[in-house]
C-alpha cells in the first residue's frame, strides 16, 4: 500500500487564471468576424486572385490538416502515456517495453511515407505553376535597387511600342492586368537578385541578374492587391512595394491610353537603369517616379 499523500487545495489565483483563460478563448471564439473566420480557414493566406493559386491554397490547407492530425495523434499519445503511468504514491513501475518491431517499422515509415505524399504534391503543383503556356498578353518587369518597372510590351494601343511605368524609391508603381487574360512576367533585373511577389496571386518568383525567370498566371478576379520585393537586395528593400491592380479589359485601354498620352512610351523595353530608379533624398537627382 502507497501512502495517502493529502489532497492540495487549488489555489483562488489559479481557478481565477484557468476561467479567465476559458473566458477569454471563448470570448475570441465566438467574437470574430466571418472574414477572420475565413482567415483561419485559409491558414491566413489571402484569398486566391488567379486560378493558379487554388490548387496552392489547397495544398497549403491540406498541409495544416496533415500536420495538425499528425500533432494530435503524437500529443495525444504523450499526454495519455503520462496519465496512465503517472506515479501513483507506489513503486510499482510499469511493465518495460524494449525492441517492439512492427512499432518501430510502424514510426520508421509513416514518416516517411508522409513527407513523400507532401513532396509527390508539392513537385505536381510546382510544375504545373513553371509551365509557360502561350499567354493572352506579356509584362516584362523590371526589379532594380529599389523598386520596379513594367513595361507592357505587346499592346497594340501604342503602334508596337512599348507601354512603361516605373517608380522610385519614394512613389510606389502600379502593375495594372486586365481580369480573366493570362499574363506572361518576364522578370529581369539589372543588379542584385530580387523577388516578384504579389501576395494575393499566393506565387512569387526570383528577379536574377543575366537570367530571365518567367511565370504565367491568369488572374480572375478585379480588386487592388500588394506587391513586394520578397528577397533582401540592399538597404532600401522594404521600399520595393508595387500596386496591382486587376481590372476590367475596357479599364486596362483606357489605363494604357493614358499612360500614352502622358508620354510613357518607349521604342525599347525599359530594362532598369537610370530611367527606371532613382532613390529619391540621396542623390541630387529628386526624380518624380512614374507619377503624372
Ligand atoms: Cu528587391
New binding site residues.
Given amino acids: 500500500m502507497g501512502v495517502q499523500l493529502p489532497k492540495r487545495p487549488v489555489s483562488p489565483w489559479r481557478r481565477l487564471a484557468l476561467v479567465s483563460a476559458l473566458g477569454s478563448g471563448l470570448l475570441l471564439l465566438t467574437s470574430c468576424s466571418a472574414e477572420v473566420r475565413d482567415e483561419w480557414k485559409r491558414g491566413a493566406m489571402p484569398e486566391p486572385a488567379t486560378k493558379e493559386a487554388w490548387q496552392i491554397l489547397e495544398f497549403w490547407q491540406w498541409s495544416w490538416v496533415v500536420a495538425l492530425l499528425t500533432g494530435a495523434l503524437v500529443w495525444g499519445l504523450i499526454f495519455w502515456v503520462i496519465w496512465r503511468y503517472r506515479r501513483r504514491h507506489d513503486d510499482d513501475v510499469p511493465v518495460q517495453t524494449r525492441y517492439n518491431l512492427p512499432l518501430e517499422i510502424f514510426y520508421t515509415i509513416a514518416p516517411m511515407i508522409m513527407i513523400l505524399v507532401l513532396f509527390s504534391h508539392t513537385v505536381r503543383i510546382q510544375h504545373d505553376l513553371t509551365e509557360i503556356p502561350e499567354a493572352d498578353h506579356t509584362v516584362v518587369v523590371v ?4 523598386s520596379w518597372t513594367f513595361n507592357y510590351v505587346d499592346e497594340p494601343v501604342a503602334d508596337g511600342k512599348n507601354v512603361y511605368e516605373f517608380g522610385t524609391g519614394s512613389y510606389i508603381p502600379t502593375l495594372v492586368l486586365p481580369v480573366d487574360e493570362s499574363v506572361r512576367f518576364e522578370l529581369h ?1 539589372p543588379d ?4 516578384f511577389w504579389i501576395t494575393g496571386f499566393l506565387y512569387k518568383e526570383d ?1 536574377i541578374p543575366g537570367r530571365v525567370n518567367e511565370f504565367v498566371v491568369t488572374p480572375d478576379k478585379e480588386g487592388t492587391y500588394s506587391g513586394k ?6 538597404t532600401y ?1 522594404s521600399r ?1 512595394l508595387f500596386n496591382v491592380e486587376v481590372v476590367s479589359r475596357e479599364e486596362y485601354d483606357a489605363y494604357l491610353q493614358d499612360r500614352i498620352e502622358a508620354g510613357f512610351v518607349s521604342d525599347d523595353v525599359i530594362l532598369g537603369g537610370k530611367e527606371a530608379t532613382t532613390q529619391a533624398g540621396l542623390e541630387s537627382d529628386t526624380t518624380e517616379g512614374g507619377t503624372e
Fill in positions: 526589379g532594380q535597387q529599389w533585373s542584385v537578385i530580387h523577388s528577379v520585393c520578397a528577397e533582401l537586395c540592399g528593400h520595393m
